[in-house]
């Protein structure tokens, strides 16, 4: 899918978000880059494929009126309250950088996207609500060169092929993949489709896409199954299953998402707690360890430590 699509469709997101009231089709042509140019056929057509586009990425799209004594013109829009995420409770740290983050647009496609939809709606006098753009800012940097890529392809239904390296390896392993959307969790963009050699539900971190990203199909040419919501599944397929238990050091301050799904976390002497965390694997263990660098040690299992140490061996440049 071209980048003027994906521009498109966010424009599009914005324009339905950001208005207080409902947006005539005819309103939504004259300020979407885009549907301006069409003829009208070519513009119903487009309207309806791109309405069901973010129906499928999970966007509400709700048809009605301004005026229901007169039933006016219909229109369209995105209500916030069922777009929006629940309240999330972040300690203090937490919500100060998330704040920050709150305020920029860290993806520059976006950015470009948003500035347009805004000026262009307040120009054709409709009355937008600014604030309501803080639902569809990205939390997380969108810096791994496959986002693009990955993103075009999610929108355009198009399958791809790529290399992907397991965390902490540094083999890759060619992945072909029909990509049904993309979710950030823990500071990590990840893509979440089918993945044909697995014949299986799969999720992929995008900053372990090594290479180019490969379109290997025409757009459209797979369907995402009816009622799919892409974060529950992305929850279940990170969901720990937990079999084993690791008895973790940690510094005051660290590892809170660790904490929170820990056993027990008690005190360890002056700055330090021990948490007992439940796991299913250990090299996925390994992959939230050792990002804490030294506000974490594994105390127990071996295994755990191997798999911390393997990964810290990797980064050092002393593989074995």
């Known amino acids: ?3 003027r699509k994906s521009e498109r469709l966010m424009n599009l997101v914005i324009c339905l ?7 005539p089709k005819a309103r939504i042509r004259e300020v979407v880059e885009g549907y301006r140019d069409q003829s009208d056929d070519a513009f119903e057509k487009m309207f309806e494929r791109d309405k069901e586009a973010l129906k499928e990425l999970g966007l509400p799209i709700e048809l009605g009126y301004n005026d229901k004594a007169f039933e006016d013109e219909p229109g369209y829009r995105i209500k916030r309250s069922e777009f929006e995420l629940p309240p999330v409770m972040l300690e203090a740290d937490e919500a100060a950088v998330v704040g920050l983050a709150a305020r920029v647009w860290q993806h520059a496609r976006l950015a470009e996207a948003t500035s ?28 791994e060169p496959a986002f693009g890529p990955i993103w075009d392809a999610v929108v355009g239904r198009i399958p791809v092929v790529f290399e992907h390296r397991r965390g902490g390896m540094a083999e890759t392993m060619t992945r072909h993949l029909e990509p049904w959307g993309i979710v950030s969790s823990r500071g990590h963009w990840y893509v979440v489709g089918y993945d044909r050699d697995r014949a299986a539900e799969r999720m992929f971190r995008l900053s372990r896409v090594v290479g180019e990203v490969v379109t290997i199909g025409q757009p459209g040419s797979y369907k995402v199954p009816d009622a799919t919501d892409i974060r529950q599944l992305a929850a279940q397929l990170t969901r720990p299953n937990a079999t084993s238990k690791a008895v973790l050091r940690l510094r005051e301050g660290a590892a ?3 904490r929170r799904r820990a056993l027990s976390v008690r005190p360890d002497g002056p700055g330090w707690d ?21 506000a974490a040690v594994v105390i127990e299992p071996d295994n755990v430590r191997s798999a911390v140490v393997r990964r810290l061996q990797i980064l050092a440049g002393r593989t074995t």
């Open 1 to 3: 899918m071209s980048a």
């Open 17 to 23: 978000l950001v208005a207080r009231t409902y947006v």
């Open 116 to 143: 347009s939809a805004l000026v262009k709606l307040r120009a054709a006098g409709v009355e937008v609500d600014a604030d309501a753009l803080a639902v569809v800012e990205p939390q997380v940097a969108a810096d």
């Open 256 to 258: 809170y998402w660790l």
């Open 274 to 294: 021990v948490a007992d965390v439940p796991y299913t694997s250990a090299d996925a263990l390994a992959e939230e360890v050792v990002p804490l660098g030294p």
